[in-house]
């Protein structure tokens, strides 16, 4: 599982540092999580990407700066 995880993200960053003649916005090579999460979808929007996963059958939501790597924040998705 954790070797999925590492080709998954693996395969984010390459997709995302890909050139692009419409963006000049520069990545970061390397984002550390804080806790690791199965990542289902990545947005960028603003020069934030969001990643939705999957953490402890909860669905969370990480906000990281596109440039820095930095994480903004985080939000956990609780079902009632």
């Not at 999925?4 to 963006?23: C, H, L, M, R, T």
């Not at 990281?64 to 924040?73: M, P, T």
Request: negative net charge; charged residues 20%.
């Amino acid at each position: 599982m954790f070797l999925g995880f590492v080709a998954v993200f693996a395969a984010i960053i390459y997709k995302i540092n890909e050139p692009s003649d419409d963006e000049g916005v520069i990545f970061a090579e390397t984002i550390v999580l804080p806790e690791p999460l199965d990542i289902r979808s990545v947005n960028l929007s603003d020069g934030v990407l969001t990643l939705v996963g999957g953490q402890g059958g909860a669905t969370v939501l990480v906000f990281v700066d596109a440039q820095s790597g930095e994480v903004l924040g985080t939000s956990r998705v609780l079902s009632r």
